[in-house]
């Protein structure tokens, strides 16, 4: 299994992070199995950051082997989504990114990719380019979007990465982030949600 994520898929987050550029193709990254972080478990803060972000996502879950799939076939390679929080530690981004290193080890990390209970589309209405989401910690709104906003579509995502790797049964595409990132603490109590749906509810320790 392997967590594929895309990277500055919502205008307005680039806008927030500095970039007022829209990327010309998907940016994709990947986290290891061991990033997964699931069935409610608390998320320990590492002792390498002092700046851990959340990131929330709309998570698919790829249910078919493929390799090189055309876009108008990509729906058939995926047959659930949930919310997902893809942590980064925006610390050691900033000083890879500065020096001209690769970035990894900013998102990679044990435990940062938090993944919430998966539910089929047909339960969240069925268009997976018209799924509303978004995070409350300590019962507040912290952080929405639309994935009617993304830069690229999932079934796009899908067919650019499958001409790359192929996808395996299992696999997860983190969709990419809304703007509203922002610092996590310990305490903090988080909950994510597709419309109303809460699927995802965890504590920061």
Not at 46 to 68: M, N
Not at 92 to 111: A, I, T, V
Not at 138 to 160: E, P
Not at 186 to 197: F, P, R, S, T
Request: charged share 25%; with cysteine.
């Amino acid at each position: 299994m392997k967590i594929i994520a895309v990277g500055m898929n919502y205008a307005r987050h680039n806008q927030e992070m500095g970039s007022m550029l829209e990327p010309q193709e998907p940016v994709i990254f990947l986290k290891p199995d061991s990033a997964i972080l699931r069935d409610g478990k608390p998320f320990f803060l590492p002792d390498f950051s002092h700046e851990v972000h959340y990131e929330t996502e709309i998570v698919v879950h790829i249910c078919r082997l493929g390799k090189h799939i055309a876009p108008r076939f990509a729906s058939r390679y995926y047959d659930s989504v949930t919310v997902g929080i893809d942590f980064t530690a925006r610390d050691l981004q900033r000083r890879f990114r500065e020096s001209g290193h690769p970035w990894e080890l900013s998102k990679g990390f044990d435990n940062s990719a938090a993944i919430g209970e998966f539910v089929p589309l047909a339960h969240v209405g069925g268009d997976v380019q018209n799924l509303d989401f978004h995070l409350d910690i300590d019962g507040k709104t912290v952080q929405q979007g639309c994935t009617a906003d993304m830069l690229f579509r999932v079934d796009d995502l899908i067919a650019y990465v499958s001409r790359f790797m192929t996808l395996k049964m299992g696999d997860l595409l983190y969709t990419g982030t809304p703007a509203g990132v922002g610092p996590v603490s310990i305490g903090q109590h988080l909950q994510g949600y597709i419309g109303e749906k809460k699927l995802l509810d965890f504590y920061i320790r």
